[in-house]
């Protein structure tokens, strides 16, 4: 069984830094892309930022330039350093990864880490 374990979550100041990894287990050939999506109470989920297996990167408008997202494809692991953290950003952060095994395609999505950013 594939699985996602985020870590990294927790409280911080306004203004402060916080990085999360997601790290895969389990059983599959490759990894295509990572991704980390948050769920603000009350509101929808979002992607926040994507990685490609080969690098390329994607962010919502509302994190760019203060969050980055890199991945080491040897320990299939993927990171979201948060930079400049402001209340709003305040969510359930989320890890998805696209699998492929011997027979199947498939996305697996983490149980999600709480991040609080308050004074």
């Known amino acids: 069984q594939v699985q996602l374990v985020e870590s ?4 911080v100041q306004p203004g402060g830094s916080l990085r999360l ?21 009350g509101k929808q989920r979002e992607l926040v930022a994507a990685i490609t ?17 890199s991945r080491d494809n040897a320990k299939n692991t993927v990171y979201l350093q948060m930079n400049s953290l402001k209340p709003e950003d305040t969510a359930v952060y989320c890890c998805n990864a696209e699998f ?9 999505w983490g149980q999600g880490t709480q991040v609080t950013v308050s004074s």
């Open 21 to 41: 990894s997601c790290a895969a287990s389990g059983t599959f050939l490759s990894i295509y892309t990572m991704g980390w999506y948050r769920q603000a109470p």
């Open 100 to 108: 492929t095994s011997a027979t199947a395609q498939f996305n697996v």
């Open 53 to 69: 297996r080969g690098g390329s990167t994607n962010f919502t408008d509302s994190v760019k330039g203060r969050f980055t997202i």
């Open 8 to 11: 990294g979550g927790g409280l």
